[in-house]
Nanobody, 115 residues
Framework: QVQMVESGGGLVQAGGSRRLSCAAP????????MGWYRRAPGKIRELVAA???????NYANSVKGRFTISRDNAKNTVYLQMNTLKPEDTAVYYC?????????WGQGTQVTVSS
């Protein structure tokens, strides 16, 4: 069974930074584009950033210029560096492949941005 393991969430003040990490099984990491998703209270889960196996990135407009996705293929890990955080970034953050596989969701990591 494939499952992602996200970490790095927590409470941060508006304007602050946070770095999330996601460990993925090696057999899927090397062949898939990976994405960071989030689900804010009362909203559906959305893709905020994605990175292909060769490093090409794409971002949702709401995070462009503030978030940076990266991957370390040797460690089977994908990162999300979040800067200039806003209260509206408060959400549970998940990683998955892009396009996602519903059976691969992990527990996610909560990020709370206080104003």
């Amino acid at each position: 069974q494939v499952q992602m393991v996200e970490s790095g969430g927590g409470l941060v003040q508006a304007g602050g930074s946070r770095r999330l990490s996601c460990a993925a099984p090696g057999n899927i990491f090397s062949i898939n584009s990976m994405g960071w998703y989030r689900r804010a209270p009362g909203k559906i889960r959305e893709l905020v950033a994605a990175i292909t196996s060769d490093g090409t990135t794409n971002y949702a407009n709401s995070v462009k210029g503030r978030f940076t996705i990266s991957r370390d293929n040797a460690k089977n890990t994908v990162y999300l560096q979040m800067n200039t955080l806003k209260p509206e970034d408060t959400a549970v953050y998940y990683c998955n492949a892009d396009p996602l596989h519903p059976e691969w969701w992990g527990q996610g990591t909560q990020v709370t941005v206080s104003s």
